[in-house]
């Protein structure tokens, strides 16, 4: 294999190497020990990407302006629309909505699972820490009422959220990762749903149990486990609100199955891939919305136009991200360093798959950042997936989404939210919430190899 890949091995490769390993090293030093935000340590990285590898300054910033471009195009209107969604579903009441439902209808050992359920609901249309911060009172106030240790709920609905986050589009991580591999979004959902739902199982209500034992002291300060106060305030039904939840999820897989069975020149196909497509579903979940949760929680039109404003703001820091990582992908691109990639990985025989996976865990390890790790990963392995057939350029997107969750620690703003909540020590933290995200990590891709070689 050494003679392999010394074969036609060049200086201008080694060159290209350096440049991108140097790069990655200005990032996660900027981001971690000067704590510089991540979007001005990708445009750093960038530049001292293309520098390094002997790009024309001009071609340079054409290579990074370029790539915030179109990532931005392509994925900023979605990261909006989702973001509005969620917006809707909080301020009409109707995330507490499926909230009491659900819980109101499940009891005992049934509980775990009820809180995985109620995260993915929850979960689909939200970001993870929107979907954090509206669960975790739910959380405290099901174990206070239960008397259940705190884990035994909490880890379910961690991991279900967390799954969604980086495997299920409209995220941002699965989008910008789909959007720089040029994947099917709706292949991409399909299969994050296949892939998501044992991962969640078997990382959330399974071991929570285990969680639950080796944490059995996690006690969330007092303050944030009020009783919910019981409200006359209007809200939309269960049913109203399950539907706007999953209309983009059913737009997008019906056309995702229309592009599998129907020929290209079937009318059905043609509407089907309209109406699918992830920037009409999601617009048409928000309109939907708009009418169907609005009007029964009283929210009138200045209330409305309110909640969908205050909805942005949130998410500017997400689309900057998401756009500088996109820049640092292009820059990857333009220099070479993707070519160099796949030279490498086909001279190793290594799978696309694992390789993005890897190359995903090394940068989220360093990072902290699931969504820095994504786009970069995305940028780096974007070139094998050139020759890919949609299928397996998706389950890529799921490896890149499944290696940037791996093992959350002290870099990760995530694991300072759950351990506050929870009231946990950094050591119980790591032994919990650590842990249950290098399980997701790994349990995803132990399901994407195997159904790569089925696909």
């Keep these: 294999m050494t003679t392999t890949l010394a074969a036609g091995w060049t200086g201008h490769d080694t060159r290209l190497i350096g440049a991108t390993v140097l790069a990655i090293a200005v990032i996660v030093v900027l981001i971690t020990k000067v704590k510089l935000h991540p979007f001005l340590s990708l445009i750093l990285g960038s530049g001292v990407l293309g520098l390094v590898a002997g790009m024309p300054v001009d071609k340079l910033l054409k290579s990074f302006s370029g790539g915030v471009g179109s990532t931005v195009a392509s994925v900023g209107v979605l990261i909006a629309l989702g973001a509005m969604l969620g917006k809707l579903l909080a301020d009409s009441g109707g995330a507490d909505q499926i909230v009491d439902t659900v819980l109101g209808k499940v009891r005992g050992r049934g509980l775990p699972w009820a809180m995985a359920l109620v995260a993915a609901l929850i979960g689909l249309p939200m970001f993870f820490e929107i979907g954090l911060v509206m669960l975790i009172p739910v959380v405290l106030l099901a174990a206070k009422r239960s008397g259940k240790p705190v884990l035994l709920l909490g880890i379910p609905a961690l991991a279900g959220l967390s799954v969604l986050h980086g495997l299920v589009p409209p995220h941002p991580g699965p989008l910008a990762a789909a959007g720089a591999l040029n994947a099917n979004v709706g292949i991409t959902l399909a299969f994050g749903l296949l ?168 940068i989220r390890l360093a990072t902290g950042s699931a969504t820095v790790a994504t786009v970069s990963a995305a940028g780096i392995v974007a070139p094998l997936a050139a020759t890919m057939d949609p299928s397996h350029s998706a389950l890529l997107v799921l490896a890149i989404g499944a290696g940037s969750l791996f093992l959350s620690h002290v870099n990760d703003a995530g694991f300072w939210l759950v351990k506050e909540y929870f009231g946990m020590s950094v050591g119980q933290t790591l032994k919990s919430w650590s842990v249950m995200e290098t399980l997701i990590s790994v349990v995803a891709i132990a399901l994407i190899l195997p159904l790569s070689a089925l696909v």
């Design 195 to 362: 892939v998501g739902i044992p991962t969640v199982v078997i990382a959330g209500p399974l071991f929570g149990r285990f969680a639950a034992r080796m944490v059995p002291d996690a006690t969330p300060p007092a303050r944030l486990v009020p009783e919910r106060e019981s409200s006359d305030k209007p809200r939309p039904t269960f049913a109203a609100t399950l539907s706007v939840v999953l209309l983009p999820v059913v737009l997008m897989l019906g056309k995702a199955l229309s592009d599998i069975l129907l020929g290209k020149e079937n009318h059905l196909r043609r509407v089907l891939d309209f109406i699918g497509d992830p920037l009409v579903a999601l617009l048409a979940a928000v309109l939907v919305a708009m009418v169907v949760l609005g009007r029964p929680a009283g929210l009138n039109r200045a209330k409305l136009s309110s909640t969908i404003g205050d909805s942005l703001g949130p998410i500017a820091g997400i689309m900057l991200i998401v756009g500088a990582g996109g820049g640092f992908k292009q820059t990857l691109v333009d220099a070479g360093v993707g070519d160099v990639i796949t030279g490498l990985a086909k001279g190793a025989n290594l799978s696309p798959l694992l390789l993005g996976w890897l190359v995903a865990v090394a």
